[in-house]
Structure formats: structure tokens, C-alpha cells
């Protein structure tokens, strides 16, 4: 069983910098794809980002691209998210996520984290 701790959201303005973390503790780390999603009010859940097991391989949802960065550090077992640049369409609640495949369909992931608001005002 892993479990999942994400920190670091908050209210920022527009064009403004936030740092995601989430924490893994239960399982092998470096055995699971690690992800992030985000979920708007009234709007379903979607993919920001995937890394791989190595950390080597990422890929990122169009809307985030150029302004996003994940990162995994598997001796600390932990993923970040870096957000730049953020815009009023980023506000959500920010999920990480452990899985075994690389599919960016949440329905594929095993495991979650109990969510952490980002709002960002214009």
C-alpha cells in the first residue's frame, strides 16, 4: 500500500511560481510511474504530467507545456511539480498519482494523494 502526501499549493496571483511536492511512503518507489492531475470545480479530472520510473522520461499535457517541470528524487521518494508562469486556468485541486503504466487516463493509476488547492487570481 502506498500512500501519498502532496504540499505546497496555495493562492497566487497570475504569472506567479508555485512548488508541488508529494511524498510517497508504503511501497517501492521506484517501481511506480508517478503523475499528476489536476481537477477544476465542476470539471473533471485531467492530466498535467507523468514521469517515469527513472525519472528519465516525462511527458506533458499541452495546456502546462513550456511552463510545468516534474522531477522525482527516488532516494527521497518523492515527485514536484514546478509550476511558472501560472495563469487563473491552473486553479484545481492538484493530485499526485502511482501507477504501473504510462497512461495519462486516471482510471489507470493505483494509488493518490489526498489533493492540494492551487488558486491563482488575476
Known amino acids: 500500500q502506498v500512500v501519498l502526501v502532496e504540499s505546497g499549493g496555495g493562492l497566487v496571483q497570475a504569472g506567479d511560481s508555485l512548488r508541488l511536492s508529494c511524498a510517497a511512503s508504503?511501497?517501492?518507489?521506484?517501481?511506480?510511474?508517478m503523475a499528476w492531475f489536476r481537477q477544476g470545480s465542476g470539471k473533471a479530472r485531467e492530466f498535467v504530467v507523468i514521469?517515469?520510473?527513472?525519472?528519465?522520461?516525462?511527458s506533458y499535457a499541452g495546456a502546462v507545456k513550456g511552463r510545468f517541470t516534474i522531477s522525482r528524487d527516488n532516494a527521497k521518494n518523492t515527485v514536484s511539480l514546478q509550476m511558472n508562469s501560472l495563469k487563473p486556468d491552473d486553479t484545481a485541486v492538484y493530485y499526485c498519482?502511482?501507477?504501473?503504466?504510462?497512461?495519462?487516463?486516471?482510471?489507470?493509476?493505483?494509488?493518490w494523494g489526498q489533493g492540494t488547492q492551487v488558486t491563482v487570481s488575476s
Open positions: 514521469v517515469s520510473r527513472s525519472g528519465a522520461s516525462t
Open positions: 508504503g511501497g517501492t518507489f521506484n517501481s511506480y510511474v
Open positions: 498519482a502511482a501507477g504501473s503504466s504510462t497512461s495519462t487516463n486516471f482510471q489507470d493509476f493505483d494509488y
